[in-house]
């Protein structure tokens, strides 16, 4: 049986409402979100309706998930030689954001939830530290709880990379409003997209604001009037604006995504069912305040020879069960050589931090012990059925 392996989530739900309101952008002829003849508001639009999905005060479109994890940087001063913790098991973008600030990641490592370990936290804080980036992995939040606790105690900021997880909960709250800052991402893989964009929520209107004029290349815009680049009151900038063609395909896509989370719950639960009889499988750990959005399941072996047998059992019937990666990013050449954008080697001149293979032992064990299977939105019960029954022969001892 072929089985769908499309971990392109949203993109799966384009439809007659994200053409229709391209469609409109176009006729329009008003593309960019502050100016245009006959300008539709789609990114305002956009924002509004994200505020009231996630119950925050202030949103901000950007170009990509990285913009939105940068302007967070920003947004709190965090910039030359400050450290922000964070785990390597995540996505090359929530270190080079910090990077890009000229802020240092330090990393931690994980537990079998596969996020940052809260127990790790305080012994990596220094007196450079400056935030701490909780990354939720594969639609799975971090465990808060603790993390704030030590964030107060120690003065931190809390910035959420929350580009895997829209739409997750914790402590009846959705993921991204559970910090200071949540940065998202609305890449072509992610729950809902419009191929490339992002956003930022808060409760903070100081920090909402500078990001704001940082995005607009450090000019302040009141409306959609001429921002004050004329007059030269304008601070250091960049452009991270989101355009309105991709705002109105978000904006058709966010109506979808009730429809999304249950119909990835319906699968997920097919799976959990079964998981919860047979006891052999082990999920991620979970604390009982998540809630997760479904976009894939993390199995925990014991080890990683019965996790390389389960997986080449699973490739022999094309079951996608993969290792979410073989290498964690404190090892990729950026941290292992120092290497810097520029001559300087800027930020890393600025830091003693040596980044090596071995560190963060327990994320290269689990790495080596955890199959991830993509809940591709096109998995109907029979590619379920089959799966778990894969599944079940290799419990039964079949290999
Ligand atoms: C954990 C994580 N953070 C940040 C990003 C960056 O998002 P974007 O691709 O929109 O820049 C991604 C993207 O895949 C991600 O997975």
Request: hydrophobic residues 35%.
């Given at each position: ?47 509004s ?22 302007l967070?940087?920003?947004?709190y ?50 007196k ?33 990379d ?11 709250k ?54 004050t ?11 991270y604006?989101l ?11 966010l109506?979808k ?8 719950d ?40 019965i ?12 079951i ?15 941290f292992k050589k ?24 327990k ?37």
């Amino acid at each position: 049986m072929k089985i769908p392996n499309n971990p392109f989530i949203g993109t799966k739900y384009i439809g007659f409402k994200e053409k229709i309101n391209a469609l409109k952008v176009l006729n329009a002829k008003s593309l960019f979100r502050y100016h245009g003849p006959k300008l539709l508001f789609m990114t305002n639009k956009l924002e509004s309706k994200l505020k009231e999905y996630l119950n925050v005060k202030y949103v901000l479109a950007c170009s990509n998930g990285a913009s939105a994890l940068k302007l967070a940087c920003i947004a709190y001063g965090i910039g030359p030689g400050d450290e922000v913790l964070m785990s390597p098991f995540t996505f090359i973008a929530s270190a080079s954001s910090v990077l890009a600030c000229g802020a240092i990641p330090k990393f931690v490592d994980i537990d079998e939830s596969m996020n940052i370990d809260p127990t790790k936290i305080e012994q990596a804080i220094t007196k450079k530290t400056k935030a701490i980036m909780c990354i939720h992995m594969q639609g799975q939040c971090c465990d808060m709880l603790p993390i704030l606790d030590v964030a107060k105690k120690h003065n931190l900021i809390i910035i959420e990379d929350t580009a895997q997880a829209f739409a997750s909960e914790y402590n009846n709250k959705k993921s991204g409003t559970l910090g200071d800052i949540g940065a998202f991402s609305l890449q072509a893989g992610k729950t809902i997209t419009c191929g490339e964009g992002g956003f930022l929520a808060t409760n903070d209107e100081v920090a909402f604001q500078k990001a704001k004029d940082f995005h607009d290349n450090g000019g302040h815009r009141v409306g959609c009037d001429y921002p004050t680049w004329m007059n030269g009151e304008t601070s250091y900038g960049e452009n991270y604006k989101l355009t309105e063609l991709q705002s109105g395909v978000a904006l058709a896509q966010l109506s979808k995504i009730e429809k999304i989370v249950k119909h990835q719950d319906k699968i997920f639960n097919y799976f959990k069912n079964y998981l919860d009889k047979t006891k052999f499988y082990k999920l991620r750990a979970k604390s009982d305040y998540n809630k997760n959005i479904n976009v894939s399941f993390c199995l925990v072996f014991e080890n990683g020879k019965i996790c390389t047998e389960f997986l080449t059992y699973m490739q022999k019937y094309q079951i996608p069960f993969n290792k979410y990666c073989t290498k964690l990013i404190n090892s990729y050449d950026v941290f292992k050589k120092k290497q810097g954008p520029n001559k300087s080697n800027y930020p890393f001149n600025l830091t003693d931090i040596e980044y090596k293979e071995g560190d963060c032992s327990k994320a290269m064990d689990l790495i080596n012990r955890t199959a991830w299977l993509n809940l591709s939105a096109e998995f109907k019960h029979k590619h379920v059925k089959f799966i778990i029954s894969k599944m079940e022969e290799f419990r039964a001892g079949k290999r």
